[in-house]
């Protein structure tokens, strides 16, 4: 946990948001929650913080959690991709980037509107210009973490699951925008770290494992899925 003054940014039922001078984020987090590469943990963080601010001193001494990605062979990702396949059109919520790979009734014309946007990105990438489909998505979308963002977080893993690290790396390069909460996940997922949630579920994916996923967030855990979904076809 790198020292420092943390300003309280966003409350959460389950955690809080802060950043430093920096714009670098901490989550302070319950055991609902649990441990991440940007998480804090502990009993209950409304009372844990005084004020709106959190001083990280330098002797801070927190367990240490390995927020690596496990080590995939070619046809333990198959499996992956074929769950996300199966399971995800029934556990991600339809307001999700779901409805880019499964039909949606009701869609509003925001969802037809964005959606429009990641198509048009999804002909660049097939047209090997990964520049250009990774900047039309950026930050596109509303929220903490935009959709298009927590869905280049999932394409990133996908490729550090592939071995591709250069492809995540160029990835990164064009995702990064101007939302500090975005870019420390984008930088965290090029690097393949996750939290625990999603670090058990890719060991061992099952439906439940998944839902837990989808609970991040309104769709932010679902969209990082469909981007992990997407970058995992690439296997093909």
Avoid at 10 to 26: G, I, Q, T, Y
Avoid at 127 to 133: D, F, M, P, S, Y
Wanted: with cysteine; charged share 25%.
């Amino acid at each position: 946990m790198l020292p420092g003054t943390y300003t309280v940014k966003e409350e959460f039922e389950h955690s809080v948001l802060l950043l430093d001078s920096n714009e670098r984020a901490l989550f302070v987090v319950d055991r609902s929650i649990g441990e991440g590469p940007l998480n804090l943990l502990v009993a209950n963080p409304d009372t844990f913080i005084e004020g709106n601010s959190l001083v990280i001193p330098r002797l801070l001494k927190a367990p240490m959690f390995d927020s690596s990605l496990p080590r995939l062979e070619r046809d333990e990702r198959i499996h992956l991709r074929k769950m996300l396949e199966r399971a995800l059109p029934k556990k991600a919520s339809s307001d999700s980037l779901i409805s880019l790979f499964s039909s949606v009734k009701n869609m509003s014309r925001l969802q037809q509107a964005r959606d429009m946007i990641f198509n048009q990105a999804f002909r660049h990438f097939e047209a090997k210009r990964l520049a250009e489909g990774v900047r039309l998505i950026r930050g596109c979308g509303s929220g903490l973490t935009p959709a298009g963002d927590d869905f280049l977080c999932g394409l990133m893993l996908a490729c550090r699951l592939r071995r591709n690290w250069a492809m995540a790396q160029t990835i990164l390069r064009h995702a990064l925008g101007q939302n500090p909460i975005s870019n420390a996940f984008l930088d965290l997922s090029a690097k393949g770290r996750v939290n625990i949630v999603l670090q058990k579920f890719i060991t061992t994916p099952t439906p439940a494992r998944m839902m837990k996923v989808c609970d991040f967030g309104h769709s932010s855990g679902a969209d990082l899925l469909c981007g992990l979904r997407h970058g995992l076809e690439w296997d093909k």
